[in-house]
């Protein structure tokens, strides 16, 4: 029998029984369209993150934080006096750095300037002695580039105190459209030390977007940030102020990964810890990946038992074909190609069932991307469901794969069958 | 003692009819035995048997005599425990499960008491199957299916769906497609067992006629002695062994 002859034989005859082929399909199609939708999600959303950064295009700063000296026990902890709260999950603690490690820092190879990053806590924000509002000042991180509504970018080195404000606040501070916020100066208060409230006065320079990176918060120019600092800090023993949760390095990316990862092997012999922006958002990334990785694993068991299914449906076409593999095999068919004709009819099973299941998840996920268009406003860019060809082919070949493993076992049972008592099978 | 006529035309080419000098099939001290031990069945006990190139020959017998293992055996669908069947000279103990595979599709046409037919495909489809499985393109499988199909006059139905036919139909699709590899021996099972005396008749006579004018063999297995009594040679098989042999009186 011809390739061309099994294979269009195998097709007619996975549809034969229609309704028991059809809920066969149904079957793969729950799983192939489960597992085509985490997918895609884990797609989406990765996807989003890689845009994000390629936006920011800040690849040539790391962010330095000093080793952690002790590996943490199970017993309590013992008190570090050099210890300050970082970011992350509360009661989190990093080791500070003190401007004897900024010089070390700045001494390594590689690294082209360091700057101790400042960490501001602003009180209010206010326009023309309207309402006070809460605001965060994100952390700055040099070089980056903020999507914005309407004005420009902080300036580095301008002398004057700049700020990009977030959308959110141009109508609660009355500064009329985003456009005219720009140029118009806000008040902002940080209480010092000694516990008195100071303010300070900042241009706003740009009105910026929601996004991932400011997090909702202002992002301050060097001299605004500086200026702020100094407030805060005013009254506190030197002690308090020269000690850092953080340091942005900047270094000469020309190199590529392997020189990146010279200078932070560089900066871990020295006792810190740099990590770049990917770093961060790759440990984001991998946290995606292991949810996406968990839920796909649903979608695989509820693929498993469609395959469990195709066994099924493979043995009853098995046991109805008993005589008409008889008499092909009689006529002189061979068992091998009686082997190719079912387990190639479980693999068009599979095809079917995992090109609808997929074409079904690109459907819906065009749906749910419309309404978390709406839901999700403050993510713009986001396509949450996205897809991508080698995921989707990587998806339909799987299924066909498990089909065929699924139709070997009565793909066998069929070619060992002996033409002389299956042609007497009543 | 052949009533035939001299020359025979098989798929547009003259063969010699000659006589019993070779016979296309030759069957010496043939065994089967079913299972092993205590419960070893022994359904055929050392059989001889000759059947001369465009004979009709008629296995007789009783259920569980050991005659559908005759047949099984001659058409090469089983192999025997022991003893030697040759074809055309071949010793066929010698040829792989492929060669095997090959002469059935090539030599021999089938028909048995149930039709086998599959019952939603056209009647085109269920007839080209032999020449499917021999590899042959789909538009030479149609050409030689209709062909088939004509001489058992039931062209006209080449679309239908087999199940829509009657039996006396079915049988004469089971026939074409027994005829389409241009086969040297048509194994026939109980041919007529499913039909009524007319259309059974009708059968056996296009059989016959196959027989007589395309020199095809016949190896007709059944227990009707009318249609056995037309057959140039009746076995009679008893307890796996032959237990008389008749030639037709001329």
Known sequence: MRGVDVLSTAFKNAFRSRLRTSLTVLAIFIGAFTLSLTNGLGTGINQYIDDTVASVGVDDVMTV??????????????????????????????????????????????VESVEPSKSVMVDYVRHDDGTRYQLSVAEFVPGMRIELVSGEQVDLDASDPELV??????????????????????????????????????????????????????????????????????GAPEAETTRYAEASVSFDTSGGATQTEALQDRLADAGFTGSTLEDQLGTITAVIDGIVL????????????????????????????????????????????????????????????????????????????????????????????????????????????????????????????????????? | MSPRVGHVITSGNTREAADVVSPLLSVSNLHKTYGSGPSAFEALKGLDLDIAEGESIAIIGKSGSGKSTLMHLLALLDRPTSGSIMLDGTDTSRLSAKQLNQTRNSAFGFVFQQFFLNAQASVLDNVTLPLKIAGVGRRERTAQGIAALAQLEIDDKAGNRANDLSGGQKQRVVIARALINQPRVIFADEPTG???????????????????????????????EELASRCDRRIYIRDGLIAAREAVAA
Do not use: C, W
């Not at chain 2, 006579?205 to 009707?224: A, E, Q, Y």
């Open chain 1, 65 to 110: 934080t000093k080793a952690s000296e002790e590996e943490p026990t199970d017993g309590p902890a013992e008190y570090d006096p050099n210890q300050i709260a970082a970011d992350g999950a509360p009661g989190a603690t990093a080791t500070a750095l003190t401007d004897d490690d900024i010089d070390t820092i700045a001494g390594i190879d590689g």
């Open chain 1, 165 to 234: 404000l977030p959308e959110s606040y141009v109508e609660p501070l009355d500064l009329g459209s985003a456009a005219d916020a720009v140029g118009q100066t806000v008040v902002l208060a940080v209480t010092d030390a000694t516990g008195e409230q100071v303010t300070t006065e900042a241009t706003v320079v740009g009105v910026a977007e929601p996004g991932v990176l400011t997090m909702g918060g202002a992002v301050p120019n060097d001299v605004l940030a500086a200026e702020l600092y100094d407030l805060q800090t005013t």
């Open chain 1, 294 to 426: 968990v839920l796909n694993g649903f979608a695989v068991i509820a693929l498993v038992a469609a395959g469990i299914g195709i066994v099924n449906t493979l043995f009853m076409a098995v046991q109805e074909r008993t005589r008409e593999v008889g008499l092909m095999k009689a006529m002189g068919l061979s068992s091998g190609r009686v082997f190719s004709l079912f387990s190639i009819e479980a693999v068009v099973i599979g095809l079917v069932g995992s090109a609808l299941g997929v074409l079904g998840a690109v459907g819906a996920g065009q749906l749910v991307n419309g309404v978390s268009g709406d839901l999700l406003a403050d993510l713009p860019g986001l396509t949450l469901i996205a897809f991508d060809p080698v995921g989707v082919a990587t998806v339909v070949l799987g299924v066909m794969a498990i089909a065929f493993l699924a139709g070997t076992l009565p793909a066998l049972r069929a070619a060992r069958q002996d033409p002389i008592s299956s042609l007497r099978y009543e």
């Open chain 2, 194 to 224: 499913n039909l009524d005396t007319a259309t059974g008749a009708v059968v056996e006579d296009i059989l016959f006629d196959l027989n007589r004018r395309r020199g095809i063999n016949l190896v007709v297995v059944t227990h009707d």
